[in-house]
């Protein structure tokens, strides 16, 4: 799907350009694509002036809601599908997701961008051709871009999800010249498309599944023997896993990953919020 050009507002943005026009400013630089840019926009009484096109003031936004040009006016970055899926602004300007009101990403502590970041060297992604199993919005395969690996396939199951990627403005677009044809993204659930990637085809791995509640598939001693059949010896695999309340659970989840991997082959230790895994 090919990705969103147009602006994007939240309440925030709004309000700066209606203060801007009631303290006499005629124009102003302000970022329309979620602070990746700043441009000019020109302010009127009857609506302001971006990259050539009107637009009418918009009635009053909602919080947490990030809204694009629908061609007619502007909509909220959701859409119902099995649940509601809606794409979020956040304090660092890279958005997070949710489903059904539950926040899929990190954002209270840094951006996700930046969480992304600091997983992806776990599996030092330079040079690797790499599975991203869950692609979400495609932070994993943006960091990994940018550090120079060779390849990425990537799938999401969601439909919804792959919507979202192309309205976020930090989603890496596959078609984009800056990918060079590095990433490989499809619409697919990976438990089932794994089984058709060859073995050892693989040089690294980021697994980030939904929570075990909705996907205990991607938590199976049967997954995690596919992901090791398709990683080299020597590859490495970092698996999320947050830190569920074991007090209120009953689990041990990370212990729980660790095992079922380590009986797949695998050495492990846990890292970060997850599980850092080097293949036997």
């Not at 939240?10 to 329309?32: K, V």
């Not at 040079?127 to 994993?140: A, E, P, R, S, V």
């Not at 073995?199 to 995690?224: C, K, N, W």
Request: aromatic share 10%; charged share 25%.
């Amino acid at each position: 799907m090919p990705h969103y050009t147009g602006p994007l507002l939240t309440r925030p943005l709004l309000e700066r350009l209606r203060t801007a026009l009631n303290n006499g400013a005629q124009q102003i630089h302000a970022s329309f694509d979620l602070g990746r840019s700043e441009t000019a926009v020109i302010l009127a009484e009857d609506g302001w002036q971006w990259h050539g096109q009107r637009f009418a003031w918009p009635d009053k936004l909602k919080d947490r809601t990030i809204y694009y040009w629908d061609g007619d006016a502007f909509s909220a970055a959701s859409r119902f599908g099995s649940a509601l899926y809606k794409l979020v602004p956040t304090d660092w300007g890279i958005p997070t997701f949710e489903i059904d009101g539950i926040k899929m990403l990190v954002s209270a502590q840094l951006s996700p961008l930046d969480d992304a970041r600091r997983k992806v060297a776990l599996v030092e992604p330079r040079g690797k051709q790499l599975l991203d199993t869950c692609g979400g919005m495609g932070y994993f395969a943006a960091c990994c871009l940018a550090e120079g690996v060779a390849g990425i396939r990537s799938f999401e199951k969601s439909s919804e999800v792959l919507w979202l990627r192309t309205l976020n403005p930090w989603s890496p677009d596959p078609e984009a010249a800056s990918a060079h044809g590095r990433l490989h993204l499809a619409h697919g659930d990976v438990s089932r498309e794994i089984e058709h990637l060859a073995d050892a085809s693989m040089d690294a791995v980021l697994h980030d599944p939904p929570r075990f509640g909705i996907a205990g598939e991607l938590y199976s001693q049967v997954f995690y023997d596919q992901l090791a059949r398709v990683l080299r010896p020597g590859g490495k695999l970092f698996h999320y896993t947050g830190a569920p309340n074991k007090l209120t659970s009953g689990r041990d989840l990370p212990r729980e990953v660790a095992s079922r991997l380590q009986k797949a082959g695998f050495k492990t230790g846990l890292a970060l919020d997850g599980v850092l895994a080097v293949r036997r």
